[in-house]
């Protein structure tokens, strides 16, 4: 069974946040959710998320993929923490899928994990930035980086991490579920 981290900063963007973690939780995928620091996440609108656990009592596990929620402030307090930099290039090295949606992919930037790939992020969060070919696309896959643009395409995004780990099959099954 595949498994996924999803670190959870103050900030975050709850739809994104909570879609992942449903729809891959719907397929079938172990998903760990864990907090930046004890305790609960208050998302960007104000919803109060319970992590499973903290960062710091998961990182030494392996995981198939990290997935980063958005939301511009949940992204800077990502970005900052050398935790979760050391815990992206890791993952990188060993081959293992790393995720990001909305303005989260400025964090595999900041950690120089996609220079020269192709991704996406929220409009206007990484137009200044130099060494990634900028999409437009709703998601985006690059080698084991995947990324998406923001809230309205969360589902899309959550449906092609299913894909990824679980087949075309198990995508296919969650997404006939949600009557799309």
Same mark, same amino acid.
């Given at each position: ?14 739809l ?7 729809l891959?939780?719907?397929?079938? &995928?172990?998903?760990t959710?864990?907090? +930046? ?14 992590? $499973?656990?903290t +960062?710091? /009592?998961?990182?030494d596990?392996d %995981?198939?993929?990290v ?5 511009l402030?949940g992204?800077?307090?990502? !970005? *900052?923490?050398r ?14 899928? &790393?995720? *990001? ?8 930037v900041?950690?120089? +994990? &996609? !220079?020269?790939?192709?991704?996406? /992020?929220?409009?206007?969060?990484? $137009?200044d930035?130099e ?6 696309? /709703?998601? &985006?896959? $690059?080698?084991? %980086? ?7 395409? /969360?589902? $899309? %995004?959550? +449906?092609t ?7 075309? *099959?198990?995508?296919?099954?969650? !997404? ?5």
């Amino acid at each position: 069974m595949a498994t996924v981290l999803v670190p959870l900063a103050q900030g975050c963007e709850e739809l994104e946040a909570v879609t992942i973690i449903d729809l891959l939780r719907r397929a079938g &995928v172990t998903v760990t959710v864990a907090g +930046l620091d004890a305790g609960p996440v208050t998302a960007s609108r104000g919803v109060v998320l319970l992590p $499973d656990t903290t +960062l710091d /009592a998961v990182l030494d596990q392996d %995981f198939d993929l990290v997935v980063l929620p958005g939301g511009l402030g949940g992204a800077q307090r990502l !970005e *900052a923490d050398r935790r979760i930099s050391a815990l992206l290039r890791r993952m990188a090295e060993q081959g293992r899928y &790393v995720a *990001a949606i909305c303005a989260a992919p400025k964090v595999l930037v900041s950690a120089r +994990l &996609v !220079e020269g790939r192709a991704i996406t /992020a929220y409009p206007g969060v990484l $137009d200044d930035q130099e060494g990634i070919r900028l999409s437009s696309a /709703a998601v &985006v896959r $690059d080698g084991t %980086f995947i990324t998406s643009r923001g809230p309205g395409t /969360a589902l $899309d %995004f959550a +449906l092609t991490l299913i894909e990824i780990l679980c087949g075309r *099959a198990s995508r296919d099954s969650v !997404e006939t579920a949600l009557q799309r």
